[in-house]
């Protein structure tokens, strides 16, 4: 759960969320080192009253110029598209959730069971007790068994929304029709 003042991800509760927490931490250490090149670069350039005409003009430089960014780019697609192949894996599931976004609610039918399905609504504030979170607590939450492949289809009724459980690493976009 994230708690106020917190400045960085929930703790995972999933492999797919450790690896994009992994992930995360990989690009932003290829940025970092980048912005610090560059940064340093307009320092030394600003600073340095001796520049060599003839280096702007290098073929040299044009071809590091050339392929550094291609090398970086590598290094930051093969991870990304490794976790995008795990995160579309599909294994046998034991239970299947079908999730519809309505305008103020959603519904929630577990596929496997005859009837078993059920609305949530949001907890208007004026009824929240002390410790409840406003705008994410509801009358009725989805119960799902832990450690367990589970597979969501989720849409929507009427307009866009988004499905989410961040410690997971999940999600998704309820789009109509979809």
Do not use: C
Request: hydrophobic share 45%; aromatic share 8%; net charge negative.
């Amino acid at each position: 759960m994230a708690y106020p003042m917190q400045l960085g991800f929930q703790d995972a509760t999933s492999p797919i969320m450790e690896e994009l927490l992994h992930f995360h931490d990989h690009t932003l250490m290829i940025v970092f080192l980048i912005s610090s090149l560059v940064l340093y670069i307009i320092a030394l350039m600003l600073t340095t009253k001796l520049t060599h005409v003839s280096t702007m003009d290098a073929q040299e430089v044009e071809t590091i110029w050339t392929i550094m960014p291609a090398i970086i780019l590598i290094t930051i697609a093969l991870p990304s598209l490794r976790i995008l192949y795990m995160m579309d894996e599909i294994n046998n599931p034991s239970l299947t959730v079908k999730t519809m976004g309505h305008q103020w609610y959603w519904s929630y039918e577990y596929t496997d069971y005859e009837d078993l399905t059920f609305d949530s609504y949001m907890i208007p504030t004026s009824e929240l007790k002390p410790g409840e979170l406003r705008l994410l607590e509801v009358d009725n939450r989805v119960v799902l068994p832990m450690e367990m492949t589970i597979r969501m289809l989720i849409s929507s009724e009427d307009v866009l929304h988004s499905w989410a459980v961040p410690s997971l690493g999940l999600k998704t976009d309820a789009i109509p029709g979809r």
